[in-house]
Structure formats: C-alpha cells, structure tokens
C-alpha cells in the first residue's frame, strides 16, 4: 500500500454524468460537465458521451434512476463505443458505487476520486505526495467494502491484507489504513512544523499570495513578477506545490507566493490535508485573486474562491482582483431589435467594468498575462498595497520612498 499515491488512470474513453436538480439548472450542469471533461483530460482521459437526468434529489442506491441507469449500461457495453470508464459528477457513496459498478461491470468515478487522480499525478515534492496519500486513503476508508480489487491493485504478493475477503479482513484493512492515516497526519505535523520555521526565516518582508480557482494563469502571472521559471500549462491543478519568490518593485523587495488553484466541489478531505499548503494563504499580508474573465462561469468561479478563502481564514485581509485573460473575452452582439434582456453571453468587457467590479475601485485591474497587457499598471498597484504595509512595519524606512518618489 506504500505506492498507493499513484494514479490508476489510463488514457481510454470516459462517459460523464450528471444531474439537473432544484439546486442546479440544465445550463449549470453542462458548465459542471464542461468542467469534469477538463478534468477527465487533465488526467489522461478522452471525454465521450454525456448522460443527464432531471431528478429531485440523487437516487440514494445508484445515483441515477433505474431507466437513465440501463441506457448507460446499453452505451457502455456496445463494444463499439469502447468505454473505459464512467464518471459521475458529484461524489458517490459506497452503497453507490458498488451498486453501478455490479450493473455496468466497468471503473467508476466520481468527482472527487477524479481529483484526487490528478492530485496524484502532480504532486512533485515529498510534501505533495504526503498531502495527497492522506487524503486518499481518507476517501477510501469509507468506501472499502467494496474496494477489494481495488487494495489488490495495491497490495503485493506479500501484504497481510490478502488473507482473504470477510468482516475480519475488513476490519484488518480498516485498522491498517487507520493507522496509515494517524502515521501521515504525524508526518504532515512534523512537515508543518519545518515550514513554518521555514517562513519565519523569511524575516518581515511583506507578503504576497496569488490565488483564484485552478487555469486561470496564477503560474504564468508568477513568472511574470518574478521573472522566474514556474511551471505553467494549460491544465487545471497545474500547480499542487506552494512557490515562494522574492519579487522587487522600484527597489522595494517583497515575498510572491503562488498557491494550488481551487475548484467547484473541491473535496473538504483535500483542503484539510493541504492545511499546510494554505498556511501561505493564511499568512499572507495582501492576495491577488486572479480571476479568467474570459470563462463563461467566472462569477460563480470568485464566489467559490471566496467561500473557500473564508473557509481556510476568517480574517479581511487587502485584496487586488486581476481579470485575467482580457484577450480571450469574447460575448454576442445583441440585433438592434432584440428586446431581451441582456445575459452573461452578449455583456461587453466595458459593461462588465462598469457593474459590480467599479464597486472595487483601484483594487481591480484588467490584464492579459498571456499578451502582457497591463503587467506595469498591474506591478504600480502592487507596489502602493506592498508599500503601505512596508512602511508601517519599517516606518524608519519612510523617507526613503518619499526621497525615492521626488527624484
């Protein structure tokens, strides 16, 4: 079980699942599964068909109904098709899953085995990995009365776990993943504990974290500053490990960190065991919430970061919002005689600065940092946040910007 960090996915073809429930419309859905098909590609798949149902709630036994359930069976089993996997888009219990997987005899996943997949597949550092397994094996606990081919997959010829099936060799198993969950929360303590001598060490310098929700360019806006060489790529969760550079603006140095993206549904296990990774979120003096303006959803997208920001800390800290990716913005032009009213796909760019973000004044900004628009306007108004906290813990150092400043 000591490799069970590594992900299973395989590059074949995957069916998606959704539901239209009170909660969430026809058109909230297919942003969802617009979503999971980003993240089936992140992690090697080729998304396929998708399957939707209008339900009041998720049927408790196998998510969908009996009928919608059968017409997935009927798609996945024609040998034409060649279907390697359904994913569901929402997280499925262990009654759940071990119902679907007896009807449509193929792997299952759901939303949150699905990130954690990538999850697995990004983390670099020991750091990462530790993070990681935790939170694996804190999904898999419940779920392992019908994992036994699963732990096989991670077993090897000599564990004690292959004893054979029963309540006995489930609750061996369980005490095993038991007690590999409390040795990795104590590994995570110690990691902890290193880190934080770690930022302590960095003296006072002002600080400052990037976040936003996953691909909206955090990476590539961290090179930017700190002309540095972060990796970047057009996937979400790109990045899983913090990176920490000290940027200078006009002679005044501060600490830029970037931080793994967040996500819609991002599984509470997961924020719990990067606890560590958002400490640097935590101590930071400023954010910069970076926000792709060109993305359909991206309203909802802040609101998710925002819950999750409040989530990890309570605290109001100062906060710059970068509409990123101005370049790729694209809306309909209305005809002259079309009388109604205007949505989110026919409001222009300059609609939209004069909507709720003028409310944020000059804690907004547009960029590109693709095209690297705006960069300088952006790195002028990081300097005035990062200066106003410089000089009131160095106040000693305040003549200098004002000598700076006049010449």
């Known amino acids: ?213 996953t691909n909206v360019g955090k990476s590539t806006l961290m090179n930017l500053l700190s002309k540095s060489d972060v990796f970047a790529e057009n996937k979400l969760f790109a990045t899983l490990d913090t990176t920490v550079r000290k940027v200078t603006i006009e002679n005044l140095p501060f600490l830029l960190t970037d931080t793994v993206g967040f996500i819609r549904k991002l599984p509470t296990k997961l924020i719990e065991s990067f606890k560590s990774t958002l400490d640097e979120v935590r101590e930071a003096d400023i954010l910069i919430h970076l926000v792709d303006i060109s993305h359909p959803a991206f309203e909802e997208q802040v609101e998710v970061v925002e819950n999750t920001l409040h989530e990890i800390d309570k605290s109001e800290k100062p906060t710059i919002v970068v509409f990123n990716k101005i370049d790729a913005f694209e809306y309909e032009v209305k005809d002259e005689d079309d009388l109604t009213p205007k949505n989110k796909h026919n409001i222009s760019l300059e609609e939209l600065q004069q909507s709720w973000m003028s409310k944020l004044k000059d804690n907004c900004i547009f960029i590109s940092a693709r095209e ?28 200098l910007y004002q000598t700076y400043e006049e010449e």
Not at 199 to 212: D, I, Q, S, Y
Not at 377 to 390: F, S
């Open 1 to 213: 079980m000591k490799d069970f960090i590594k992900s299973e996915i395989d590059s074949t073809s995957a069916v998606l699942v959704g539901l239209i429930t009170p909660e969430q419309n026809e058109e909230t859905v297919n942003e969802y599964l617009d979503e999971l098909a980003f993240l089936a590609e992140t992690a090697g798949l080729q998304p396929g068909k998708r399957f939707v149902q209008r339900l009041d709630m998720a049927n408790s036994v196998t998510f969908v109904g009996t009928g919608k359930l059968q017409e997935i069976k009927e798609y996945v089993l024609d040998e034409d098709n060649e279907v390697g996997v359904v994913i569901f888009d929402d997280e499925l219990s262990a009654r759940q899953i071990r119902n679907i997987e007896k009807e449509l005899k193929l792997r299952i996943l759901d939303r949150t085995s699905l990130i954690l997949d990538i999850f697995a597949m990004r983390a670099q550092t020991a750091h990462a990995k530790v993070q990681v397994e935790l939170a694996q094996y804190e999904y898999l606990l419940p779920r392992l009365t019908r994992l036994w081919s699963h732990l096989d997959r991670q077993r090897g010829g000599g564990s004690v776990l292959m004893r054979g099936p029963g309540e006995t060799q489930l609750e061996t198993d369980k005490r095993i993943i038991l007690d590999k969950i409390a040795r990795l929360k104590d590994e995570l303590k110690s990691i902890d504990k290193q880190k934080s001598v770690q930022r302590k060490n960095r003296g006072k310098l002002v600080r400052v974290a990037l976040v936003g929700y």
């Open 372 to 399: 690297k628009t705006n960069i300088e306007e952006l790195k002028t108004l990081i300097y005035e946040k990062v200066k106003e906290i410089h000089i009131q813990r160095f106040p000693y150092n305040d003549f």
